[in-house]
T-cell receptor, first 115, second 116 residues
Framework: DSGVTQTPKHLITATGQRVTLRCSPRSGDLSVYWYQQSLDQGLQFLIQYYNGEERAKGNILERFSAQQFPDLHSELNLSSLELGDSALYFC??????????????FGPGTRLLVL | AQKITQTQPGMFVQEKEAVTLDCTYDTSDQSYGLFWYKQPSSGEMIFLIYQGSYDEQNATEGRYSLNFQKARKSANLVISASQLGDSAMYFCAMREGGDYGQNFVFGPGTRLSVLP
C-alpha cells in the first residue's frame, strides 16, 4: 500500500458524460501528478500540482481539467467523454519536489470505461 | 527523441533464474535520478528501486539491483532468483533536475513472464 488513495476504483459511463476522479496523496506529500495509461499510448503524464498550484501540463486534453484543494487532495475532471478516453488513470504523489531523488508513489488507479 | 528506451517489449525467464531488464536513457543533465516501477496484472504501480547519477555504488533492494553504467547511459534492472509473482510490466523512469513535473519521464515498459 503506497498510501495514495484514489476513488472510485472503477467507473463505467457513456459518451458525452462528465466524471470526476479523486486522489488523496500520501501524508505529507505536497505534489500530485495525474497520468493516463491506455493500451496503445503507454503511461502519459497529464498534469501536476504542487501545494495547490498547477506546476506542469503534459498531454492533457482541453476537455480535461484538474485542481488541488487546500487539504491537498486532487480531482481530475473529464468531460464530453469519448470512447478513446477509456483508460486507467493514476494519481501519484511525491516528496522532495524539485529534487532528482523525488520518488513518485502511485495510487491504485481508476479504471474508466466509456461506452 | 525518446528519453527512456526499453528495447525488450517482452521477456521470459525460468523461475529461480536471474533476469536483466534493459533501460537506456538520454539526458544532458549531470544530476538525475533513475527509477524502476513494477505493474502487476492487478494494475497498481509499485516503486522498486532508485539510483542517483552521483551514487557511486549500484543500488540494491532485496532481490532487485540496478546495474548502472553512467558512460553508456544505461540503468538495467536485475532481478535475482525470479519468482512467479515477478510476472508483471516493468517501467524504467528518469527524473531530471528542476521543478517541473515533466522532468519525470517513463519508458514504454517490458513485460516479464516467469515460467514455472
Amino acid at each position: 500500500d503506497s498510501g495514495v488513495t484514489q476513488t472510485p476504483k472503477h467507473l463505467i459511463t457513456a459518451t458525452g458524460q462528465r466524471v470526476t476522479l479523486r486522489c488523496s496523496p500520501r501524508s505529507g506529500d505536497l505534489s500530485v501528478y495525474w497520468y493516463q495509461q491506455s493500451l496503445d499510448q503507454g503511461l502519459q503524464f497529464l498534469i501536476q500540482y504542487y501545494n495547490g498550484e498547477e506546476r506542469a501540463k503534459g498531454n492533457i486534453l482541453e476537455r480535461f481539467s484538474a485542481q488541488q484543494f487546500p487539504d491537498l487532495h486532487s480531482e481530475l475532471n473529464l468531460s464530453s467523454l469519448e470512447l478513446g478516453d477509456s483508460a486507467l488513470y493514476f494519481c501519484a504523489s511525491s516528496t522532495r519536489f524539485g529534487s532528482v531523488r523525488e520518488t513518485q508513489y502511485f495510487g491504485p488507479g481508476t479504471r474508466l470505461l466509456v461506452l | 527523441a525518446q528519453k527512456i528506451t526499453q528495447t525488450q517489449p517482452g521477456m521470459f525467464v525460468q523461475e529461480k533464474e536471474a533476469v536483466t531488464l534493459d533501460c537506456t536513457y538520454d539526458t544532458s543533465d549531470q544530476s538525475y535520478g533513475l527509477f524502476w516501477y513494477k505493474q502487476p496484472s492487478s494494475g497498481e504501480m509499485i516503486f522498486l528501486i532508485y539510483q542517483g547519477s552521483y551514487d557511486e555504488q549500484n543500488a540494491t533492494e532485496g532481490r532487485y539491483s540496478l546495474n548502472f553504467q553512467k558512460a553508456r547511459k544505461s540503468a538495467n534492472l536485475v532481478i535475482s532468483a525470479s519468482q512467479l509473482g515477478d510476472s508483471a510490466m516493468y517501467f524504467c523512469a528518469m527524473r531530471e533536475g528542476g521543478d517541473y513535473g515533466q522532468n519525470f519521464v517513463f519508458g514504454p515498459g517490458t513485460r516479464l513472464s516467469v515460467l514455472p
